[in-house]
């Protein structure tokens, strides 16, 4: 595709569900990120894929957060039995190599809200 | 690990005008990149300028140039000629060389331009 997209744009459910979030990157880039941002602050790192493997898994807060990326483009995220502080925008962004030299190309974000 | 700071929560200019955003970064890695990123109100982030730590001479694109200070671990960013458009968060951001491809982020400053 032209962009990063991630669907759904926003997601409300409730405390203790599970939620699957989804990150459709550009076409042919092989790493693909996930980053958590929260209210007033800046994004915080959760995972990275280079191709189909998780290379850094070390941001994902504990066991209710995983992701995958089955066939090295479409990725996952889902969090199990979701907490309140788990409300936050999940940035999804995508780049040629992994690092690219910081060249990272993000999609829009689903904002989750955990009533 | 490593820190990225940003001492200005909020900052205006006028149109035409020129602003200087601050960053400071704690890290005991010798080379790395640091980057700008922009955030409009639509969420998505944009890579505004790069700059690599073994360079000497501050990265310039267009209306956005940088003063990168080693030694003081100091990155500003200077937006010339202020546009509308420019209004947004802008975010700080730090990444290893060549490991570690995850990007630390500030907490951002929010940029308001003013016709």
């Known amino acids: 595709g032209a962009g990063v997209s991630q669907t759904p744009s926003n997601k409300v459910t409730e405390k203790g569900k599970y939620v699957e979030l989804r990150c459709d990157p550009i076409?042919?880039?092989?790493?693909l990120y996930w980053y958590r941002q929260s209210l007033g602050q800046g994004p915080e790192f959760l995972i990275y894929?280079?191709?189909?493997?998780?290379?850094?898994d070390s941001g994902l807060p504990n066991d209710r957060f995983f992701a995958v990326r089955p066939e090295g483009s479409v990725s996952t995220l889902k969090i199990q039995r979701t907490e309140r502080g788990d409300s936050a925008v999940y940035l999804c962004a995508s780049s040629l190599t992994l690092g690219h030299r910081g060249e990272l190309f993000f999609g829009e974000g689903s904002r989750l809200t955990v009533l | 690990a490593q820190t990225v700071t940003q001492s200005q929560p909020e900052m205006s200019v006028q149109e035409a005008e020129t602003v200087t955003l601050s960053c400071t970064y704690d890290t005991s890695e010798s080379n790395y990149y640091l980057f700008w990123y922009k955030q409009p109100p639509s969420r998505q982030m944009i890579l505004v300028i790069r700059?690599?730590?073994?360079?000497?001479q501050n990265a310039t694109e267009n209306r956005f140039s940088v003063n990168f200070q080693k030694a003081a671990k100091s990155f500003s960013l200077k937006i010339s000629d202020s546009q509308l458009g420019d209004t947004a968060m802008y975010f700080c951001a730090f990444m290893k060389h060549n490991s570690g491809y995850a990007l630390n982020f500030g907490k951002g400053t929010s940029l308001l331009v003013t016709p």
């Open positions: 076409s042919g880039h092989t790493a």
């Open positions: 894929f280079q191709g189909t493997g998780a290379a850094d």
């Open positions: 700059q690599e730590a073994y360079k000497q």
